[in-house]
């Protein structure tokens, strides 16, 4: 008797109709075959799915180029089919599942005729890890079978273990023919089923990724009692050796991978990573927040990674102990035959190719790496990793970071009274937009708890479900709102920001263990300029205290903006946020 998830292998075998099918067990050594697929016989266009870097200075690495219209998350064609729009709320494309499916059955009729389908099985976190979360994806490309390798944690044993149970979390993809007109990511949460097609993008192909672990958990979570979220998850030791766990949620590419292995710039503190994008967070027994990364891997942005920048990255993209490491639109330094962007250590190599492969010098104007060119490497290979990061019962945070880009108002660091005001802090995040997502960049873009483009259902209902999950908490971690962007009046930046992210850190440390007290403001608790450790540091005083300074009129523009997001919320808005709104507007007077 065949198992559900033969029976649903099959029934999307009988729709794309490839030539073979092939079930993956994660190996490395199946990852070699895959990559020798990718090089030899399969092309996107005229060009190899993978081409071999340089494995004497860059071990086990290789080149992607994506479909040249194909190179960040497409948030327009991106849908959340729930039954009603209603429920998809406002921060969410919605389509009748109905119609959604039937559109994505047309175009996925005989979408994978010639090609093989690989069926992939894989666990969102630890395997024993009650908070984990068994799936299965087919799709038709190596490239997306070796990068869900790296990013989860794929075996064949995640088939025994769903057996003959209904319960798994399904992801069916296809590359399609990469046009854009026939592109679409559908999530269809009463089905846990993500259906992607036309793009082999990580954000859109990755089904582990944004589409499980942050659209169809925020579901699950919603429905079960926890909370799926776009966060950076690390332990950071002090001089004493005692490690304090903390969150850390900010919008696509603002350094929450630099956050998450940070070389502290205080001496006596280390960061130990568990992840740079995805927390699963689950009230434990003890009634503490408790913190598991669902991924196995980083897909981190690459230009302006460096050892300056990001010494563990550059450290844990040569390490090569575990799986290949993927770079994917870099630049080619032609001689050396190594990955290049901009932002890497070293000079500009003298012949360059361009993400696109294209003949590149930097007289003409174009970054010769695409702004959203990635590496895709597994985090088993991180000199940060934490010991903690396959414990099933996850990590216990004390304390829970948020925060964009902005360049004015919003102050260094600023603690929540509680936790009700941190969701008030959270929902109305805001930052200048990034090359993540296609669109324009550097328009601010409100993005509460960075979950804009990855809450599944009603954002309004979603604050409802934060404030819930703070009422069964009976130890809830302080929620802080963190600002690393600010700016003079002559554009630069006015905090150092990287490295010296852990004197903000050591300062709600210090905060959590009862050590400094904080400056009460309309807006919330500040420190005293005096509390932070700024040794070393060269920030002019009246600078540091610019960084905190509560601008009234600044802010009252900022509420009108804050009100015009937050209304599209309707009823849906919890009256608790709206209480805490006129409160702030009462405070500012
Ligand atoms: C990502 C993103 O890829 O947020 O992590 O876009
Ligand atoms: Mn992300």
């Given amino acids: ?10 029934e999307q075998a009988r729709l794309a109709k490839p030539d073979k099918i092939h079930w993956c067990d994660g ?10 697929i990718g090089m030899k016989q399969e092309k996107i266009g005229e060009t190899p799915v993978f081409q071999e870097l340089n494995h004497k200075t860059w071990p086990n690495a290789y080149l992607h180029r994506s479909h040249p219209t194909d190179v960040a998350r497409t948030e327009q064609l991106t849908f959340v089919c729930h039954p009603t729009k209603d429920q998809a709320g406002p ?16 175009l996925t009729d005989g979408c994978m005729k010639g090609k093989t389908m690989y069926v992939l099985p894989y666990m969102m976190g630890h395997p024993d890890s009650p908070y984990a979360k068994s799936c299965v994806q087919v799709t038709d490309i190596t490239y997306v079978a070796v990068s869900m390798g790296i990013m989860t944690r794929m075996s064949k044993n995640v088939l025994d273990k769903i057996g003959n149970s209904e319960n798994f979390v399904k992801g069916t993809h296809s590359v399609g023919d990469f046009d854009t007109n026939k592109r679409f990511i559908m999530h269809f949460p009463q089905d846990s089923l993500v259906w992607s097609i036309g793009s082999g993008y990580g954000g859109n192909a990755l089904l582990g990724k944004k589409c499980i672990s942050l659209r169809i958990a925020s579901c699950l979570g919603q429905k079960e009692g926890w909370l799926a979220e776009h966060m950076v998850v690390m332990g950071i030791q002090d001089p004493q050796g005692k490690i304090t766990y903390i969150c850390a949620a900010f919008p696509s590419a603002c350094g929450k991978t630099n956050l998450a292995m940070l070389e502290s710039a205080l001496p006596g503190y280390k960061v130990w990573t568990i992840g740079d994008d995805i927390a699963w967070l689950n009230v434990g027994p003890d009634g503490r927040l408790y913190a598991i990364n669902p991924e196995a891997g980083f897909f981190g942005v690459a230009p302006g990674t460096s050892l300056k920048t990001n010494p563990n990255m550059v450290h844990t993209l040569k390490a090569a102990k ?20 901009e932002g890497a250590d070293g000079a500009v190599p003298k012949r360059v190719a361009d993400w696109q492969g294209k003949p590149w010098t930097s007289e003409g104007g174009t970054k010769a790496a695409h702004a959203n060119s990635r590496f895709t490497v597994s985090l088993y290979n991180a000199p940060t990793l934490s010991q903690e990061f396959d414990n099933p019962r996850g990590v216990p945070i004390s304390a829970i970071l948020m925060g964009g880009k902005r360049t004015q108002l919003i102050p ?6 509680d936790w009700a005001h941190g969701v008030f802090l959270g929902a109305r995040i805001g930052s200048e937009t990034t090359a993540a997502a296609a669109g324009h960049i550097g328009h601010l873009r409100r993005d509460p708890m960075a979950m804009l483009p990855f809450c599944g259902y009603n954002m309004g209902d979603y604050f409802g479900h934060w404030l819930n999950v703070g009422k069964k908490l009976k130890h809830p971690p302080k929620i802080y709102s963190v600002n690393w962007f600010r700016t003079d009046d002559d554009g630069r930046f006015i905090w150092p920001g990287f490295g010296d ?11 959590a263990n009862g050590r400094v007290g904080a400056k009460e403001t309309p807006i919330g608790l500040v420190p005293n300029v005096a509390d932070l450790d700024l040794s070393g540091l060269k920030i002019a005083k009246d600078k ?8 009234r009129p600044g802010w009252q523009t900022e509420l ?9 919320f309707g009823d849906h808005l919890p009256a608790e946020i709206r209480c805490l709104r006129d409160d702030l507007a009462k405070k500012l007077g």
């Fill in 1 to 10: 008797m065949a198992t559900p998830v033969e029976k649903w292998v099959e």
């Fill in 560 to 568: 009108q903006s804050i009100d015009s997001f937050l209304s599209q």
């Fill in 27 to 36: 190996s490395e050594e199946e990852a070699r075959t895959l990559m020798e």
């Fill in 544 to 551: 540091m205290e610019k960084l905190f300074e509560v601008d």
């Fill in 322 to 341: 575990v799986y290949p490491t993927l770079f994917t639109n870099v630049a080619l330094d032609l001689d050396k035959n190594e990955p290049w962007w």
């Fill in 91 to 106: 921060n969410n494309n919605w389509m009748d599942p109905k119609e959604a499916k039937e559109k994505l059955a047309t």
């Fill in 501 to 511: 992210n852990i004197r903000v850190i050591k300062w709600i440390l210090d905060r």
């Fill in 412 to 417: 260094l660091v600023m603690e929540a009274f």
